[in-house]
């Protein structure tokens, strides 16, 4: 069984660094082909993918989020990390990772709310 | 990047209608498409994956089809727990993108 949980803060002040942490189970990140990523969704808008990684640490980002993303895994324990640096109020969403196999984002946790306010 | 617009943004149809949903990719993207549905307070659910085939568990009423940049979700015959909104996501290319949604309703 597929299972991911994120966390996070819950709250931060703007300029500060957001970290995430994503434990899964039910698959390995050292498996040929398997990946993680993060998306994310202010209240009541869509989604927006913000960082993939592979299987052999192979890492995409999307350049709208310039170089404030840090996406990383720790393989033994099941757990993929995505920071992001210099937030500020638009980075205030519920934060998802998501299995990503076959291309797909095929299983995903229940999502964590971070809000960033002064 | 690869940009997707969806449509309607929303729908509103009656019990057992038929209910089709479209996206239009703005490059050529074979068939790496997907959709999911998300239910509010929920994470979005795998509906469809290779633009055509049905992820596991999901009920037969729902398909999907491609005419060239352009792919279609529907729904054979609208059920209650079919309520939510549809995205649409281009997996061809990084940055992976996802059409804005359509929020389906009940009439």
């Known amino acids: 069984q597929v299972t991911l949980k994120e966390s996070g803060p819950g709250i931060l002040q703007p300029s500060q660094t957001l970290s995430l942490t994503c434990t899964f189970s039910g698959f390995s990140l050292s498996t040929y082909g398997m990946g993680v990523g993060w998306i994310r969704q202010p209240s009541g808008k869509g989604l927006e993918w913000l960082a993939n990684i592979w299987w052999d640490d192979d890492k995409y980002y999307n350049p709208s989020l310039k170089n404030r993303l840090t996406i990383s895994k720790d393989t033994s324990n099941n757990q993929a990390f995505l920071k992001i640096t210099n937030v500020d109020t638009a980075d205030t969403a519920t934060y998802y990772c998501a299995r990503n196999y076959g291309s797909y984002f095929d299983y995903w946790g229940q999502g964590v709310m971070v809000t960033v306010s002064s | 990047d690869i940009q997707m617009t969806q449509s309607p943004a929303s729908l509103s149809a009656s019990l057992e209608e038929i209910v089709t949903i479209t996206c239009q990719a703005s490059q050529d993207i074979g068939n790496w498409l997907a959709w999911y549905q998300q239910k509010p307070g929920k994470s979005p659910q795998l509906l469809i994956y290779g633009a055509t085939s049905l992820a596991d568990g999901v009920p037969s009423r729902f398909s999907g089809s491609r005419s060239g940049t352009q792919y279609s979700l529907k729904i054979s015959r609208l059920q209650v727990e079919d309520i939510g909104i549809y995205y649409c996501?281009?997996?061809?290319?990084?940055?992976?993108?996802f059409g804005a949604g359509t929020k389906l309703e009940l009439k």
């Open positions: 996501l281009q997996a061809y290319s990084a940055p992976y993108t």
